[in-house]
């Protein structure tokens, strides 16, 4: 396996990964996002602008392009990040490189009335689901004040004092002032590749490290929300806490704690007590999400509004279960056994192994951050899982939002 990490001639930093015998090249370009939006929403209008036509293709003709080479192509806007990747098939790389240059640098924003108009209808028919309007107060709630607390709802709130030159302005900024980062897998040869987003990537503004201007989020007290729908046959519950992020030392134990309560499906032991045992549940899971300033595990239940007592019930005892006793050693190696296979059904593919690179490199990590941290998994002790959740658990800082009819 060839892989080489180096730097374009504007700093940014890259990883090129050869894989053998596959039929399309894969690239994912992140920026890191530095500031908080000025008003929100602005991100996610940028992110869908940004392939919605340039000076030299209207949206059509670069729809039609993007059609006429077969390149996936992608925008996304995330708390720390834009992120661009494409597939295509190794031999149009170069011209998929152009296109992707062509998107960052010329891209005209014309649409921005109608791109406005579609995101309020999407937001409003993503709120219509019951579990998003729970997510959505929960994340209100748990980031309070804060650029991460930026939910659906915030941005509807804020959407109609947006205007295309604050949308400009943003993604200047981002381009001028970011850390970037770029990965590159498939067949092609390294030089091949090279050449191309040498002429065109590396010729963007210099990739920028050290002006991250947004502090982190504090949670210092219990929040309780809810939200009342009256055509609702079940209600949601999500309880969280705030936790550390990638890079900190507990991050290997959390990522444990989230597969033994939730998050390995059937055999989790939310699952097994809640919704087997209990009968409780329509769906119940624990995720662990994390950004570059803090980390956020919650615990998530759908179940019928008469129980929300005796579920809320069942949160606590699994809790302090796991904050009382240790876990057994085949426990805590089925859940290791776990993560590993996630991470590799989670790098089958070349863009998903380049996302995976430019995901930890944007925020400050080695490109092989993953392969780092699944060693670190693996000498994770039962008594460090019972630390760690003892001292993130806790009774009076976290963040309860039900749901209900």
Same mark, same amino acid.
């Given at each position: 396996?060839?892989?080489?990490?180096s730097?374009?001639q504007?700093?940014?930093?890259?990883?090129?990964?050869?894989?053998?015998?596959t039929?399309?090249?894969? &690239?994912?370009?992140?920026?890191?996002?530095? +500031?908080?939006e000025?008003?929100?929403?602005?991100?996610?209008?940028?992110?869908?602008?940004?392939?919605?036509?340039?000076?030299?293709y209207?949206?059509?003709?670069?729809?039609?392009?993007?059609?006429?080479?077969a390149i996936?192509?992608?925008?996304?806007?995330?708390?720390?990040?834009?992120?661009?990747?494409?597939?295509?098939?190794?031999?149009?790389?170069?011209?998929?490189?152009?296109l992707? +240059?062509?998107?960052?640098?010329?891209?005209?924003?014309?649409?921005f009335?109608?791109?406005? *108009?579609?995101?309020?209808?999407?937001?409003?028919?993503?709120?219509?689901?019951?579990?998003?309007?729970?997510?959505?107060?929960?994340?209100?709630?748990?980031?309070? +004040?804060?650029?991460?607390?930026?939910?659906?709802?915030?941005?509807?709130?804020?959407?109609? /004092?947006i205007?295309?030159?604050?949308?400009?302005?943003?993604?200047q900024?981002?381009?001028?002032?970011?850390?970037?980062?770029?990965?590159?897998?498939?067949?092609?040869?390294?030089?091949?590749?090279?050449?191309?987003?040498r002429?065109?990537?590396?010729k963007?503004?210099?990739?920028?490290?050290?002006?991250?201007?947004?502090?982190?989020?504090?949670?210092?007290?219990?929040k309780?929300?809810?939200?009342? #729908?009256s055509?609702?046959?079940q209600a949601?519950?999500?309880?969280?806490?705030? *936790?550390?992020?990638?890079?900190?030392?507990?991050?290997?134990?959390?990522?444990? &704690?989230?597969?033994?309560?939730?998050?390995?499906?059937?055999s989790?032991?939310?699952? &097994?007590?809640?919704?087997?045992?209990?009968?409780?549940?329509?769906?119940?899971?624990?995720s662990?999400?994390?950004?570059k300033?803090?980390?956020?595990?919650?615990?998530?239940?759908?179940?019928?509004p008469?129980?929300?007592?005796?579920?809320?019930?069942?949160?606590?005892?699994?809790?302090?279960?796991?904050?009382?006793?240790?876990?057994?050693?085949?426990?805590?190696?089925?859940? /290791?056994n776990?993560?590993?296979?996630?991470?590799?059904?989670?790098?089958?593919?070349?863009?998903?192994?380049?996302?995976?690179?430019?995901?930890?490199? *944007?925020?400050?990590?080695?490109?092989?951050?993953?392969?780092?941290?699944?060693?670190?998994?693996?000498?994770?002790?039962?008594?460090?899982?019972?630390?760690?959740?003892?001292?993130?658990?806790?009774?009076?800082?976290?963040?309860? *939002?039900?749901? #209900?009819?």
């Amino acid at each position: 396996m060839i892989k080489e990490i180096s730097k374009l001639q504007n700093g940014i930093s890259y990883i090129y990964k050869k894989n053998e015998n596959t039929p399309r090249m894969a &690239l994912c370009f992140n920026l890191s996002v530095n +500031n908080a939006e000025k008003i929100p929403g602005i991100y996610s209008l940028v992110a869908r602008l940004l392939l919605q036509g340039t000076t030299n293709y209207n949206s059509e003709q670069l729809a039609n392009e993007f059609e006429k080479y077969a390149i996936d192509i992608s925008c996304n806007i995330f708390p720390n990040f834009l992120r661009f990747k494409f597939v295509c098939l190794n031999e149009d790389f170069s011209k998929a490189v152009e296109l992707l +240059n062509e998107v960052m640098t010329n891209s005209t924003f014309e649409e921005f009335e109608k791109e406005k *108009v579609k995101l309020i209808g999407e937001i409003n028919a993503e709120l219509d689901s019951p579990r998003a309007l729970t997510m959505d107060l929960y994340s209100r709630k748990m980031f309070e +004040n804060h650029y991460y607390g930026t939910s659906l709802t915030v941005a509807l709130e804020n959407i109609d /004092k947006i205007t295309k030159e604050d949308v400009i302005e943003a993604y200047q900024t981002i381009l001028k002032n970011s850390k970037k980062v770029l990965a590159i897998v498939g067949a092609n040869p390294k030089e091949e590749v090279l050449e191309p987003v040498r002429n065109t990537l590396g010729k963007l503004p210099e990739s920028v490290d050290g002006d991250f201007n947004i502090e982190p989020p504090v949670l210092n007290e219990t929040k309780y929300a809810e939200n009342i #729908k009256s055509d609702l046959n079940q209600a949601h519950i999500i309880k969280g806490w705030q *936790v550390p992020t990638y890079g900190e030392k507990d991050h290997p134990a959390l990522i444990l &704690l989230n597969i033994l309560l939730g998050a390995c499906g059937l055999s989790s032991r939310l699952f &097994l007590e809640l919704r087997d045992k209990k009968g409780l549940a329509y769906v119940v899971r624990s995720s662990y999400e994390t950004y570059k300033l803090a980390g956020n595990f919650m615990i998530y239940i759908a179940t019928e509004p008469k129980n929300i007592d005796v579920s809320l019930q069942g949160f606590n005892e699994e809790i302090n279960k796991i904050k009382t006793y240790p876990v057994s050693d085949k426990e805590l190696e089925d859940a /290791k056994n776990n993560l590993v296979g996630k991470c590799a059904f989670l790098e089958e593919t070349n863009l998903q192994q380049a996302c995976s690179y430019c995901k930890y490199g *944007v925020v400050g990590f080695d490109f092989d951050y993953i392969e780092k941290l699944q060693e670190l998994v693996q000498k994770v002790t039962p008594e460090q899982i019972l630390e760690c959740a003892k001292k993130y658990f806790t009774d009076d800082r976290y963040v309860l *939002v039900v749901t #209900k009819p």
